[in-house]
């Protein structure tokens, strides 16, 4: 049950695209396309943003896509606004009804 | 209003145990499996357990298996967390989330902060 791996933090201008990464194994990430994204401020809950790799729920900006490749799953926020500005998380099932976190990535938006 | 109350967190010294409870209202909660999650102050969110609708399956991260039961009661729409064995590394904002087509959590609380500290 090792978190999965993302960039500690990323940043991007207004109007720029930016791509977060999550790598993980072929237990997890690879095994299942299973994989969702979350949005933090702070002192906040986390948000669903991306599940099922790609498909997002209502209310979520069509700026937020979602992807997969093997053992790594990708969230790119294109259109980068100011509100944008959190820390995301990806997540993933990891087999036997566990999942597994990613250690979550900064976004800061100059 | 659909939302998860977070409550029971409070300090607790090494060894110790607590209770934490997660009251659901707006929605069916009988129908949903529920999570635990966790996040040490400036960390990462952690999964810690899950248990089906009805309470008769629970999955534990192995960080706690052993030391934590995941509970719950339909009757009063409320999940539990009951933590035995309480260590410093245990010291985290504790989130119950609701579990949406299987895999994901569509709907999170507000968390209440766990201390274990001397």
């Known amino acids: 049950q090792s978190a999965l791996t993302q960039p500690a933090s990323v940043s991007g201008s207004p109007g720029q695209s930016i791509t977060i990464s999550c790598t993980g194994t072929s237990s997890d990430v690879g095994s299942y396309n299973l994989v969702s994204w979350y949005q933090q401020y702070p002192g906040k809950a986390p948000k669903l943003m991306i599940y099922?790799?790609?498909k997002r729920p209502s209310g979520v900006s069509n700026r937020f896509s979602g992807s997969k490749s093997g053992n790594t799953a990708s969230l790119t926020i294109s259109g980068l606004q100011a509100e944008d500005e959190a820390d995301y998380y990806c997540?993933?099932?990891?087999?036997?009804?566990?999942?597994?976190f990613g250690g979550g990535t900064k976004l800061t938006v100059l | 209003e659909v939302q998860l109350v977070e409550s029971g967190g409070g300090l607790v010294q090494p060894g110790g145990s607590l209770r934490l409870s997660c009251a659901a209202s707006g929605f069916t909660f009988s129908s949903y499996w529920m999570h635990w999650v966790r996040q040490a102050p400036g960390k990462g969110l952690v999964w810690v357990s899950r248990?089906?609708?009805?309470?008769?399956?629970?999955t534990y991260a192995d960080s706690v298996k052993g030391r934590f039961t995941i509970s719950r009661d339909n009757a009063k729409n409320t999940l539990y967390l009951q933590m035995n064995s309480l260590r410093a590394e245990d010291t985290a904002v504790y989130y119950c989330a609701r579990v949406y087509l299987n895999w994901y959590f569509d709907l999170w609380g507000r968390g209440t902060l766990v201390t274990v500290s001397s």
């Open positions: 099922e790799g790609s």
């Open positions: 248990i089906n609708s009805d309470g008769s399956s629970t």
């Open positions: 997540c993933s099932y990891a087999g036997s009804s566990t999942w597994v």
